[in-house]
């Protein structure tokens, strides 16, 4: 969906639009953005500071002043620049409240409705890729692949070495008979196949496996993909457990403003854990939830040259009223989640996919599938209360081919080197930090003063939301006009 709403009576050579923008609504249509220049909107200076602070743009707002995204929780009927309403679609409360039917087999139910959706989803494509990372989720698709289309390729990412996802993910192909690809990351190769396709992404979002992504997808394209099937989408109605390490975050988290100097305290910047730990003091404790390192506040500012951080803040406030309504820790886990997932997760495929001209299939999207699981299945099947391990009946689903994966038994992600990144590509993010001194003046600043410590993965995670980031408004901004 893709409307063009009444014109800004301030500006009305500009006007307002509005796109659906939501796998579980369907494809978006960006049909207007082929090429971002022609959107006739200056780039949004408070999105920009989103983006530096937690990886993604505040819905409904998009990296341009005049259009919204009706993403998931947002009504798409509604006039988004005005009446900006959220919604969590998934609430604990509404979990489980239909019985399952007397002798149902819930696994048997779950893997039809898996297959049915993978085939909807599917049913264009010639020649699918599943982005197999060998957890949960891609596991369960790899089963259901297998029974409906099994000329599906996976493809595992191998982007560090923290985790075992290429071993589980090669053994669960095989044993399912599908063929299975390896892809090892080269942080300079991704960086550059970005580049190459920022002036055909319709919009911005700076997710921390956007490379990752790019990489993968750009290699499928290579070898004769048109689809690209992803696993995101179902963790918004199992829901999402909070750990340990997550609540003693949240409680860290105090939004405080700490001076520039303890960072620069002998071995501190020379610590990950110590730069996370200072970090997370001056967060507000519910953006904590969102992963990754990030600029704070002080240092958005800073690369701004102006009092900007608590503009992107205040957008938080209109997810409020949600927030205050939540029955649990995991509840609120899981309505962050959701939003970020929607600006950021899906959003990188959405925009990078559109680039390449391939297909993209969410099958855990699927209405039938997802209303099913929330609804219908147990609480005690998404989130056990004895061990709090999650999606219970996917685990279940896997077991019914295989035993204990080394990959599900310890939760990861796409890895991408973010130190290799900076040292290979650091001049080209400094000449981009040049190009956009009217935009960013503290840019090139930080990357000089800072360059010394991205072997550090927190700075290095800083420099990643730069490296993505600054081309891109190089390439969309039109001189001064570009960013106001």
């Known amino acids: 969906m893709n409307m063009d709403l009444p014109a800004n009576p301030m500006n009305v050579a500009k006007p ?26 200056a780039l949004d200076r408070v999105s920009i500071a989103d983006l530096l602070r937690n990886g993604f ?5 998009s990296i341009f002043e005049n259009l919204k995204l009706a993403t998931f929780g947002f009504d798409a009927q509604r006039d988004l620049h005005r009446d900006m309403e959220f919604h969590f679609p998934f609430p604990d409360s509404g979990k489980g409240k239909n019985r399952p039917a007397a002798g149902e087999d819930l696994v048997q139910t779950y893997h039809r409705l898996l297959c049915d959706a993978l085939s909807r989803s599917c049913r264009d494509m010639r020649s699918p890729w599943l982005l197999q990372s060998g957890g949960k989720d891609s596991t369960s698709l790899a089963i259901a ?6 000329d599906t390729t996976c493809m595992t990412y191998l982007g560090g070495r923290e985790e075992n996802e290429v071993e589980s993910a090669r053994s669960v192909a095989r044993a399912l008979g599908l063929k299975h690809e390896v892809l090892v990351c080269d942080p300079g190769r991704a960086y550059d196949r970005y580049l190459g396709l920022i002036d055909r992404m319709p919009l911005l979002t700076a997710d921390f496996a956007m490379l990752s992504y790019v990489d993968l997808a750009t290699t499928v394209n290579a070898n004769g993909g048109d689809g690209v099937i992803d696993g995101l989408g179902s963790d918004s109605y199992f829901g999402m ?17 700490l001076p520039r100097f303890v960072a620069d305290l002998p071995l501190v910047d020379r610590s990950f854990t110590l730069c996370f730990a200072l970090a997370t003091l001056q967060m507000d404790p519910v953006e904590r939830i969102f992963p990754g390192s990030r600029f ?92 709090r391990a999650s999606k219970v009946l996917v685990r279940r689903h896997i077991h019914t081919r295989f035993e204990q994966l080394p990959y599900v038994a310890r939760k990861g992600s796409f890895r991408f080197d973010l130190p290799g990144l900076a040292k290979s590509r650091y001049d080209a993010v400094h000449a981009y930090a040049g190009q956009v001194r009217d935009v960013l003046p503290g840019a090139v600043y930080w990357l000089e003063r800072n360059r010394k410590r991205l072997d550090n993965k927190y700075y290095a995670s800083k420099f990643y939301l730069l490296a993505i980031v600054l081309p891109w408004i190089a390439t969309h901004a039109e001189g001064e006009t570009g960013a106001r």
């Open 241 to 257: 457990p909070v750990s340990r390490q997550h609540k003693l975050l949240s409680r860290l988290a105090r939004g405080l403003r």
């Open 57 to 61: 743009v505040y819905a409904p707002h």
């Open 145 to 150: 692949a297998a029974d409906t289309r099994p």
């Open 296 to 387: 704070t506040d002080a240092e958005v500012d800073e690369l701004f040259g102006s009092g900007i951080a608590r503009q992107s803040r205040a957008r938080l406030e209109t997810f409020r009223p949600e927030i205050k309504s939540v029955s649990s820790a995991d509840e609120l886990r899981t309505m962050m989640i959701t939003i970020e997932e929607s600006a950021s997760a899906f959003a990188k495929g959405l925009y990078i996919t559109s680039a390449l001209g391939l297909r993209t299939a969410y099958p855990f999207c699927d209405r039938a599938l997802r209303d099913w699981v929330y609804r219908n299945v147990p609480p005690e099947q998404m989130i056990d209360p004895a061990t």
């Open 16 to 41: 307002n639009r509005q796109i659906t923008m939501s796998p579980y609504h369907g494809a978006p249509d960006f049909s207007s953005l082929v090429d971002g220049r022609n959107i006739d909107s």
